[in-house]
C-alpha cells in the first residue's frame, strides 16, 4: 500500500512512536477488538435488515488515531476476522454470509472509510479541531452509507430510493450523535497529549 504524503502524524504516532511491526500488530489487534465490542451495541429497526450498531464510530476512531495505512489494515483484519469465523460482526455474528448479504456493503466501505479518515488526518490535521473533525467524519458516513445502500440495492432487488429509505436516513440521526463523539474525543485527546508533553519536557528541564 503506498502511503500518502504526511503532514500531520497520527495521535498513535505521536504516542507510540517509533516504527515496529509489534506494535503495530498490537494495534490492529486492539483496533479490531475495539470495533468488535462496539459492534455489539445493535439497535434492530424493524423495517431494515441493517441494524444501527456502534460500528461507525470505532471505523472512524479508529482511522483518525492510527492514520491512513494502520487505519486501513485494522479495519481489513477486521471484515477477514469476521468472514473467517470469529464473532467480531453485529450481535456477534460471523461468516461469509454476511459480507454477500444485506450489510455486505458496509463491512467493505469500513476500510476504505478508515482510510479516508486517516488520510484527512495526516495530509490536514482535520482531528485537531471539533468543526474539522465533523465535517470530516460526514464525509466518511456518507462513503459508508452510500456503498452500503447501494449493496443493499443488489442484494434486496430494490430501487436505490427505497434502499436509501432503509440504509442510510434511519441511521443519520446516529451518525450525528456519533459525529459529535468523535469531534469531542479527537481534539481533546491531542490537548492532552499537548500537556502531558509539555510537563515531560518542564519536568526534565529541572
Not at 500500500?1 to 502524524?9: A, D, G, Q, W
Not at 476512531?61 to 453485529?90: C, D, E, W
Not at 478508515?114 to 467524519?137: E, I, Y
Not at 452510500?146 to 432487488?157: E, H, N, Y
Request: hydrophobic share 55%; glycine share 14%.
Amino acid at each position: 500500500m503506498v502511503t500518502p504524503s504526511i503532514r500531520h502524524p497520527s495521535l498513535a504516532q505521536v504516542v507510540f512512536p517509533g516504527v515496529s511491526w509489534l506494535r503495530d500488530l498490537l494495534l490492529v489487534v486492539g483496533g479490531v477488538v475495539f470495533v468488535a465490542l462496539l459492534a455489539q451495541i445493535r439497535i434492530v429497526l424493524p423495517f431494515t435488515p441493517v441494524p444501527i450498531t456502534g460500528q461507525t464510530l470505532g471505523v472512524i476512531l479508529i482511522g483518525a488515531t492510527y492514520g491512513f495505512r494502520l487505519g486501513f489494515l485494522t479495519l481489513a483484519a477486521y471484515v477477514v476476522s469476521g468472514v473467517a469465523g470469529l464473532p467480531v460482526f453485529a450481535g456477534g455474528a460471523a461468516g461469509l454470509a454476511r459480507l454477500l448479504g444485506p450489510t455486505g456493503g458496509y463491512l467493505v466501505a469500513f476500510p476504505l472509510a478508515a482510510a479516508l479518515m486517516g488520510w484527512m488526518v495526516q495530509r490536514f490535521g482535520v482531528d485537531r479541531h471539533p468543526l474539522w473533525m465533523a465535517g470530516s467524519m460526514a464525509l466518511c458516513s456518507i462513503l459508508i452509507l452510500g456503498l452500503g445502500s447501494t449493496w443493499l440495492a443488489i442484494v434486496l432487488q430494490t430501487s436505490m430510493a427505497d434502499a436509501l429509505a432503509k440504509g442510510a436516513f434511519p441511521f443519520i440521526p446516529g451518525d450525528l450523535v456519533k459525529m459529535a463523539i468523535a469531534a469531542l474525543l479527537l481534539p481533546g485527546a491531542w490537548r492532552l497529549v499537548g500537556r502531558t508533553d509539555r510537563s515531560e519536557k518542564g519536568g526534565s528541564q529541572e
